[in-house]
């Protein structure tokens, strides 16, 4: 098995975005009269889709209720949550390493599309990337497994080429209901525990050693093992 490509989730894989995800979600409790979680319970919810930790934080599946909760989260997230990010450090010289071994690369994440393309662009990583996969706003791709076969099924990718790299569960089980390899990185939100539950391949401590950590995870190319990855 050879890999080629590559895709990334963003929050908490490419990016750290929590102060812009948190003080939306407070933003948005807080105009509907509930009380904001503690730090710990909002750090949970980079990552995963926003429709379902509005559901828990506001106690209810009515559409209506969350819709509007997302309405307030993005009135804020427009002008300011998506400049309260930054890229993690290293993470420009590990998809220059990348790129430079001649793979095919892509974004896939829950953010909605046209949030992540502007993040991706603004932090000027927009290069290193054939497409940015996000979510849509009606929320027909929440489900990160939909979005991926979605990509897949697109750019014509056999999943046995490819890889998904990202920080929580729901990256990890993306993978595996699309027959792919799912490399989780510690660095992010999820824990070590949730990643190799959710059927991670392989773990990555940090930003440095994903290119190493990607060549411990199939044959790929002599890429040179900057840091062994965790099984």
Known sequence: MTIDTLFFDLDGT????????SGCIAHALTKLGVDVPDEATLRGCVGPPLRASFGRFLDTVEPERIEQALLHYRERFEVHGWQ????????DAALGALAAHGFRMFVCTSKPQRYAERIVGHFELRKYFSAVYGAD???????????????????????ADAIMIGDRAQDM???SANRMSGLGVLYGYGSREEL?????SALCESVAGLPGAIAGNASIRGLPANQPCAH
């Open 14 to 21: 490419l990016t750290d975005n929590y102060i812009g995800i």
């Open 173 to 175: 089980q993306a993978a």
């Open 196 to 200: 190799l539950e959710a059927g991670a």
């Open 137 to 159: 706003l009606p929320g027909a791709f929440d489900d990160k497994r939909k979005l991926l076969a979605h990509a897949l099924a697109e750019r014509k990718i056999d999943p």
């Open 84 to 91: 309260e990010n930054t890229p993690y450090p290293g993470i």
